[in-house]
């Protein structure tokens, strides 16, 4: 299978809570990243998080991570329509990125 | 934070011709950049990882002389694809690492290429 997974689709209703999950098989990285990209566009960075936290807050964005089951989560918290996009987890040795989670957000 | 520009944003070309697309870091240096290849709907695949100075390296499966990339300077990388066919349409994305060790990638707009 797939070295990083993600689901690929998501929907949630303006003002709801959007939760991103994606599970990986290579454990080395250093820093795992969440990343969005709105259409035509090359990508933003979201945030990080070091290898060594369980969990980071950013204003709206909270990330888990869970080393033992290596799986990475990023929440936002009161999703805006400005949200849909795609939303890729990367990391790992070789820059490898997850295959990106479509968010679309509905009013 | 630190910026990667590419230019062009988009290129529609004749099957047949090659094209360039530029990698610049306006405000840092970049020893290392990446280059990504990204199909409709579809993650971003490592293409190839471009060195100041060297030869790049290549990712398997990736055809060295058909994506030829040069790291001429500090702050500029260049990816040709040489003599283009409708199969090498798609969007071509490079990064570079900033320089102070904190593993953030910085990416550039995308170049869109479009082969007829």
């Known amino acids: 299978g797939e070295d990083v997974e993600q689901s690929l689709f998501l929907s949630v209703r303006e003002g709801d809570s959007s939760v991103i999950n994606c599970t990986y098989t290579?454990?080395?990285?250093?820093?795992l990243y969440w990343y969005k990209q709105e259409p035509g566009a090359g990508l933003q960075l979201l945030t990080y998080?070091?290898?060594?936290?369980d969990m980071k807050q950013d204003q709206r964005l909270t990330v888990l991570l869970n080393k033992k089951d290596k799986h990475l989560s990023l929440r936002i918290a009161d999703t805006q329509t400005g949200d849909s996009a795609i939303y890729f987890c990367?990391?790992?040795?070789?820059?490898?990125f997850g295959a990106g989670t479509q968010v679309v957000v509905t009013p | 934070g630190a910026v990667v520009s590419q230019h062009p944003s988009w290129v529609i070309c004749k099957s047949g011709t090659s094209v360039k697309i530029e990698c610049r870091s306006l405000?840092?240096?970049?020893?290392?950049m990446f280059w990504y290849r990204q199909f409709p709907k579809q993650s971003l695949m490592l293409m190839a990882t471009?060195?100041?100075?060297?030869?790049?390296?290549?990712e398997q499966g990736v055809e060295k002389d058909k994506f030829l990339i040069n790291h001429a300077s500090l702050t500029l990388s260049t990816l040709t694809v040489t003599s283009a066919h409708p199969e090498d349409s798609s969007f071509y994305i490079c990064?570079?690492?900033?320089?102070?060790?904190?593993?953030?990638?910085?990416f550039g707009e995308g170049s869109r290429l479009t082969v007829l």
């Open positions: 990064s570079a690492p900033d320089g102070q060790g904190t593993g953030e990638l910085f």
């Open positions: 290579d454990s080395s990285s250093t820093y």
């Open positions: 998080i070091f290898s060594n936290m």
């Open positions: 990367a990391g790992w040795g070789k820059l490898q």
């Open positions: 405000d840092f240096q970049a020893t290392t």
């Open positions: 471009s060195n100041e100075g060297s030869k790049a390296t290549y």
